[in-house]
Structures are given as C-alpha cells and as structure tokens.
C-alpha cells in the first residue's frame, strides 16, 4: 500500500489464517496474566504454554504458530488485543481482535502508537497530540529489498536499481559519468581526466585514441614511461599502473559508456582511485593504543576502529599502487581528548598508529557551553551536549591533518555517526555509518518507558541521533543480519527504529526499513599477528605464555585476583567481557554454579575489567560486581572459580585464549544481546571452541553444531549442558576447535572487509554525485528534526 512499513493486503502474506476463535482465545489467555503490554520472548513464551495446556487441532497450532512468528508486540486494552505481526523482514502487519468480531481487523501504524502511547502514558488524550516522525515519503523512489535472502547487500540492489534508470537515458548516464570523473582531484592535481577533454564527444574520441595508444604498448610496460603521451589525450594517472592494466580498465570504461550494465559498472568504480583519505570518527570513550580497553564504553569498538584503520591504509596504498596514482593512503581516526588521561594516551591530540604509515589518531577536547575544556572522562550516554561544538572545532583539526578533506567519512556508534553527519554535511563528503551497538534492542523498553531511564540513559537523544544520522549517511556498514532486518523470529536491531513510541516526545511511523538498499553487511575480522590457532607453537611466545599462566591461573588471590582453584588443571569455561548487564556475565556464573555435572568437569575463569566496588565507574558496573559475589557465595563457587581483573594487551589476549585452548577449555559469551561479538572471532581463531548467545551476531558466527554451539543464555540448563558436552568430549572438542580455525579464516578477514567497504563506498559515492537518489528533501527534514527535536534534547543534558 506504499507505506514503508510494508503492511501489505489483508491476508495475503500469510496465506491460511488459524480460526479466530483460537486467535482470540490466545489473546483472552494473554490477558489473564495481568501485563497490558507483551513483547518479544514474553509472547512466544506464551505461546508455547498456551499450546501445552490447550487441545489445539495440529493443523490449526502449526497456523497459529506462523501467524505469531515474529511479532514483536501485543497491546491488551479493554476487551481488545491489538498485535504487531511481522510476516517477514521488514514487513509489519497491525492488527486488532476483539471477542464480538469475527475476523481480523487490519489498522494503521499511527493508531497502533497512539493506542500504545495512551496506554503507556495513562491518557488518551496526551496521546493524540505531539509530533509523528514518518521518513517514508522521502524514500518513495528508493529502492527496497523485497526478498529477505539480499539483506545486508544495499549496493548491488541500489545499484542495479539505478543503473537501471540510467539505462533508459543513457546520454544523461554518460555525461553524469563524464562530469563525476572530471571532477576527482588530488589537491590541485587532476585524477582520471583532465581539462583537455571538455564534451562527451572529446571523450568518446579520446577513449578511442588513448586506448589504441596504450594497445600498441608492451603489456607490462609501466604507467609512468607513458603518462605523458597518455596525458596528451586528457587521460591522468588513476587508470592502472601497466599498459595492461590501463588498457583494461579503459576497455572497460568503454563498454560502460555504451551500456549501464550495473556489474560491469560496479567493477569499473571499484578499480577507480576515488577513495583516497578516510576520517573515521569515535569520539566517546577511551580511544588509545594501550590501557585503554575494559573501561565501561570502551571495548570491542576500539579494537575494531584500529584493525579498521589498518586495513583501509592498507588497501588504499594497495590499490593507489595498481591505479598508478603516486600517493598513498591516510586515516585519521577523530576521538576526544581527555585532560584526566590516567596515564594514558588520550590526552595526546595527535598519536601515530602502530602498524601504519602515515594514520593518526587526532584528539579535539570537549568544551562545555563557556567555552571550557571537559577534563574527564564522560559517559557515552551523558555526551550529547558536546557533539555539535566539537564537530565544529574537529573541522580544522582534521583537514588540516588529512591536507584536505576527506574522501570518506566513517562514523562509529550513535554518538560518532551524528558528528559524521555533521562533519559530512560541512564538507560535503560520503557518511558511511557503523553501527556497533544499538542500545534500543539492549534495554528492554528503552523507548515506551524512556522517561523513567532518562537521568541515567537520555535515550530521547540517543535514538533521536540515531533517526537522524542512519537515515543521512550514505551507507550504513553492519556486521550482522540479525543488526539490521533480524530473523524470521526475531525484529532486526535496526528494524526496531521503525515502528516505536516514545511517549510525549514522538511516534515514529516510519524511522529505519531496514528493507531499504542502504544497509550492508560487511564483518570485521580478527589481527592475525594476535589471533592465531594454538597449534602455532612457533608463533608463541613462551615467556608470555608462563607469565599469564602464572598471573591468571595459579598465583595466591591478590588485589587483581578473587578465587584460588584446588584443581587448576581442569579445563575452563572461560569469559571475557566489560563488567555491563547485557553482556550477562551473572547469568554465566549462576548457570556454571547450579550445575553440579559441568564444576565437576571445568573450573570457570572471567576475566574483566574491574573486580571490585570501588572500582565501579557507573551504577550498572557497581550492581554487576555486587550480584557476582553474591553469586560466588550462593553456589560455593570458591575453588572453582577464579576472576581477574586484567588489562591485557592484545597480544597478551591472543595467548589467553591459547593457553585456555591447551587445556581443552571452552569460551562462553552469554550476552543478553550482542551486536557482533569480537571476542566469539578471537577465541575460535585461537582455537577454542565457543558456546555463544542465540541473541545477536554470535548466532551468525557460530555455525550451531560445526564450530560450537548456539543457546539461549535464559535457558541455563540447556547453556550448561551444551559447555559440558564440549569440555567432556575429546571428539568434539576438537571438530568445533579445527572447525572453527577455519571458519574465521574463510568468513573473517580484515583485508577482505576493507577492500568490500571501499568497493561499496566508490559505489554509494558515485550515486550521489549524480543526485539521483534526490536526497534534498530528506536532508531539509533531517535538519528540522535535528534542530527541533536533537538539540533542545541534548541540550537539556546537564554537563
Ligand atoms: N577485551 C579485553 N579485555 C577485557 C575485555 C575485553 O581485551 O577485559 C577485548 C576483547 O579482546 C575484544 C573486545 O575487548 O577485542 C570486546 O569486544 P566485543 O565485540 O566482544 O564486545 P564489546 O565490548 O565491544 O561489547
Ligand atoms: C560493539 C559491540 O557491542 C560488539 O558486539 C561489537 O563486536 C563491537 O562493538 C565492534 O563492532
């Protein structure tokens, strides 16, 4: 029906329905619990109980079942039930059943919010003011993703999509071609072309005569013996570095010019020298090389944005080198500089980074409204009031360091995708936006009750930000499917910013369809200098090896250690994360205590970032350390745990894993919710098995049953069975082991994700440059919700 929700035809999606006496029975039984608001897990646990104590014909289960896979919630009002039913990604369907009706009745996304919103908020009336969000109509033209299979691959969609129109006015797709590779610069300096070619007719001419010029040259012959003739027929460097390679490309760009196929012309921009220079921005936190990871916003991000970093530097050199362009590549990494470093490099504003040639993380200072210097470290949810003045003062910053501005702009989390957006607006550059973490799907209610979590969260910024900057950047750059369009049982992390109320702020109709072709996904990967299988003998360091034995395992409990094991040489069920809620370390110790079976075989092992009170940095950290000693004492744990607080470099990382994996351990990631998960990639590549969470990336990494095994962390019977199994089967032990070496060697590499990021920015940069995709509009509204609803939020934020 045109909306972006998707809602399609009444019945059409699902085909046969169940009868709507049972439907509606579900819905009485639902009621009778006494909660007028249910979602996620709570009704498909529902469900599962009301089919155990129900006859229910199993023609009519099987129907029901598939009616309700997927919904994300259900309203109970008065006699009436209204539900949010998902027949596939993206696709969300509204509905109402009441006991005197006898059919479904289908109603629209603006009445489903302000019923939840009066519901939420205790009045009807509140509800039917205030402000509705709906960025559908702006993306009327743009194309979607209709079949679930191409989520996470936007630009071969978009592309073929608009490759597509160009076809039908192909003199308009040359001379857009014409003018965007006229328009590529180093400084001064001309890439591609030069001012010698001027019409589409100097160009086909030119083509032909710089073609049959570098054909009669020996194939091998380098770039630079013939650049000046090359030059003569308006062709700069940037085509190949051989007479071959030039001769290719131009072959290429030929048959382009005469038809807009879209795969041959994605290969023709992925061999064009159009990214150059790369400004990645993460401002929160702590961002240094060392010291640094474990503090409460600081942890897999860090590690990311610096293999990140290097690899594009990388790549860039790399594939400058193959265009024949003399330069290489350079990033820029923009953090904030913190006066209070303890001791660590933040303070810095300019530090090289380690493995590079010419990268730099460049740190610009928060400044409060007075213009004053913040000195310590805030949290990445109390940050909002900062960001516009240092995007402002980063400016200079960075073109200054870049010697111009970038060619790309790469923003990291909420915070560093807002300052991306206003960045890249200023300088006019491509947004690729990075996501990490979406805190909406990590709180539960985050957005209904947004109010209560505001003083600690400011969720109302938060997720304002997010509206604004991942629906403005070019590209959004995902690690996973289930972060943006999920599973067919579970709403996509993105998907869940599409349909949301957050009562007395706004309703959003239509926020991010993760169906539209701007999300794809591309996986980190691990450093293969500290992520190497443990079979590697010749790689480890001894040393290293004795020392993390020693300070980890087996000396007495000290400042930095809480347990002394009786029998340290039992294999481990081993755990290393920041000390927060989601990443449910607690649940790991509870399921590890309560069964008696696995403290038999293994002893557990965690090792985070602090381990006692007075080390808490916020009220989540402090809550988590009490509620795992007193876990500790419920279940006896002393003897068979042991828990470090370690900072460990990441070498010292890489040999943890290793010297666990020695000792046929298995590693646990329990999260609650977890966006990618760096360490499940860490560990299998050093060899260890890997019981991870059915909720987020780990369920993608981990192939269930080949390389580990995938669980609900709620489900503690099944987790701890599936860690048993693991460090009691030799066998097994060693398939998921092997499996998993090569699991990360085929599906996670770093080079491979920054030569698919470079590929796919080259593509979005070069759309945009010919506006087609008509982004005026969208960005005119982007800017009012920036400024009317952003600001004055962030603004109320006490700095
Ligand atoms: N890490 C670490 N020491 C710790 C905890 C974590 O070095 O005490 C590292 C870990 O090796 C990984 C990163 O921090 O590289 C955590 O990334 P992940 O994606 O698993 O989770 P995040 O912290 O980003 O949510
Ligand atoms: C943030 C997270 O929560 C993790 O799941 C990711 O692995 C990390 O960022 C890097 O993207």
């Given amino acids: 029906d045109g909306k972006a929700n998707g809602s399609g035809g009444r019945t059409g999606a ?209 770039y630079h013996s013939f650049s000046h003739e090359l030059r003569t027929h308006g062709f700069e460097a940037g085509w190949g570095d051989t007479a071959a390679t030039v001769s290719e490309t131009l072959a290429l760009l030929h048959r382009v010019m005469q038809s807009a196929d879209p795969d041959r012309f994605a290969r023709l921009l992925s061999r064009l020298p159009i990214t150059r220079t790369v400004l990645m921005v993460s401002p929160h936190g702590w961002f240094a090389q060392e010291g640094v990871l474990g503090k409460p916003d600081t942890g897999g991000q860090v590690t990311y944005v610096l293999d990140q970093a290097r690899a594009l ?31 660590t490099a933040c303070d810095n504003p300019l530090e090289k980074i380690h493995g590079t040639h010419d990268s730099w993380i460049v740190r610009v200072p928060f400044r409060d409204g007075a213009g004053e210097v913040a000195p310590h470290w805030v949290s990445r949810f109390k940050i909002w009031p900062y960001l516009e003045r240092y995007a402002e003062e980063s400016t200079a910053a960075v073109v200054n360091e870049l010697g111009g501005k970038p060619d790309l702009i790469v923003g990291h989390y909420s915070d560093g995708n807002i300052t991306a957006h206003l960045l890249a607006e200023r300088l006019d550059v491509t947004h690729a936006a990075c996501v990490h973490a979406l805190e909406k799907s990590k709180y539960l209610f985050s957005d209904s009750h947004w109010a209560e979590l505001e003083d600690q969260y400011h969720f109302s910024a938060q997720f304002t930000a997010d509206l604004v900057a991942y629906n403005s950047a070019d590209f959004v750059v995902s690690s996973s499917r289930r972060e943006i369009g999920g599973t067919p049982h579970d709403l996509g992390m993105l998907e869940s910013y599409q349909l949301f109320t957050m009562p007395g702020l706004f309703r959003v109709e239509s926020g991010l369809d993760p169906r539209r072709a701007r999300h794809n996904i591309v996986p980190p990967g691990v450093s293969e200098e500290c992520f190497f299988p443990n079979t590697a003998e010749e790689l480890r360091v001894e040393a ?160 269930d049953g080949e390389c580990g095994e995938v669980r609900d962390p709620n489900d503690h019977e099944a987790f701890a069975q599936s860690l048993l199994d693991i460090v009691s089967d030799t066998e097994k032990w060693r398939r998921y082991s092997e499996e998993g070496i090569q699991r990360v060697e085929t599906a996670f590499r770093w080079a491979r994700h920054a030569e698919s990021l470079l590929r796919i920015s080259n593509v979005y940069t070069y759309w945009n440059h010919t506006d087609v995709m008509n982004r005026p509009a969208l960005d005119r509204y982007l800017h009012t919700l920036y400024h009317t609803v952003y600001r004055p939020r962030a603004d109320a934020i006490e700095i």
């Fill in 544 to 703: 290293m090896a004795d020392g993390l034995r020693e300070r980890l395992l087996t000396q007495e409990p000290g400042e930095n250690c809480v347990g002394f094991l009786d029998e340290p040489d039992k294999p481990f069920v081993f755990a290393m994360a920041r000390i927060d809620k989601v990443k449910n370390l607690t649940g790991l110790a509870d399921l590890f205590g309560k069964c008696e079976k696995l403290r038999e075989h293994a002893n557990l092992l965690l090792v985070t970032s602090i381990n006692e009170r007075d080390q808490a940095s916020d009220p989540e950290e402090l809550e988590e350390v009490d509620r795992l000693y007193e876990l500790i004492a419920r279940h006896s744990l002393e003897g068979s745990i042991r828990w470090a607080a370690a900072r460990l470099d990441k070498a010292e990382t890489g040999e943890i894993y290793r010297i666990l994996a020695d000792r046929r351990s298995v590693f646990a990631q329990p999260a609650l919710m977890e966006t990618f998960g760096l360490t499940v990639i860490e560990a299998m590549a050093c060899g260890m098995p890997v019981v991870g969470t059915a909720f987020g990336g780990p369920a993608e990494i981990i192939l």
């Fill in 14 to 222: 699902y085909g046969a329905q169940p009868p709507y006496a049972l439907i509606q029975r579900f819905f009485t039984t639902l009621k009778a619990a006494g909660e007028p608001l249910v979602v996620g897990h709570g009704i498909a646990t529902a469900l599962d109980e009301f089919v155990e104590h129900q006859s229910i014909e199993p023609a009519d289960e099987k129907l029901l079942r598939k009616l309700l896979r997927g919904c994300s919630e259900v309203i109970l009002l008065g006699d009436s039930a209204y539900a949010a039913l998902r027949p596939a990604m993206g696709k969300l369907r509204l509905i109402h059943a009441h006991p005197a009706a006898s059919e479904l009745e289908e109603i629209s996304p603006g009445e489903f919010l302000r019923l939840k919103d009066s519901l939420i908020q205790g009045n009807e009336e509140a509800s039917r003011l205030g402000l509705v969000i709906d960025t559908s109509p702006f993306y009327r033209n743009f194309p979607v993703i209709s079949d679930p299979s191409e989520v996470g691959d936007g630009v071969d969609v978009l592309n073929r999509h608009l490759s597509a129109q160009m076809h039908q006015n192909p003199e308009r797709f040359r001379e857009a071609l014409l003018d965007f590779l006229r328009d590529e610069h180093v400084g001064a300096s001309n890439l591609l072309l030069n001012d010698h070619i001027a019409t589409l007719s100097d160009f086909k001419s030119e083509l032909a005569a710089a073609r049959s010029l570098v054909d009669d040259l020996d194939a091998d012959q380098a």
């Fill in 313 to 343: 530097e990388r790549t860039i050199d790399a594939h400058l080198k193959s265009c024949g362009v003399d330069m290489r590549g350079k990033v820029v990494v923009l953090t904030r500089l913190i006066p209070e470093a303890e001791g």
